[in-house]
């Protein structure tokens, strides 16, 4: 067993694309909205998430918009162990 830190002063979001939507460049869009909406809603708060090491392509649009990489851990999902990145965002005006 590992314990994860969590920081409750960050909100906690979860996303995602439909499988038809992935890989055509919508995912930094996306992104985006889901950004502005947040800061409109939630001024001055932090944001994080949690995303599986092996998608890459997540993980890059994540740090193309500002996202930082923070915390890996190991965790159980449909009987297997996997590798996961807990990432918060650096505030850039969206």
């Known amino acids: 067993m590992q314990l994860v830190s969590i920081d409750l002063t960050k909100l906690d979001m979860g996303l995602g694309l439909k499988p038809d939507f992935t890989g055509k460049g919508r995912g930094q869009g996306f992104l985006t909205e889901v950004l502005s ?3 409109n809603q ?4 932090e944001y994080q998430l949690v995303v599986a090491a092996f998608n890459e ?10 996202f930082v990489k923070e915390t890996h851990f190991m ?4 009987e297997k162990e996997l590798e996961f990145i ?3 965002y650096i ?3 969206v």
Do not use: P, T
């Open 37 to 39: 909406f947040l800061n």
């Open 42 to 45: 939630f001024s001055g708060r």
């Open 57 to 66: 392509r997540a993980i890059k649009v994540y740090e193309r918009i500002g």
């Open 75 to 78: 965790s159980k999902y449909e």
């Open 86 to 88: 807990s990432m918060s």
């Open 91 to 93: 505030k850039k005006n």
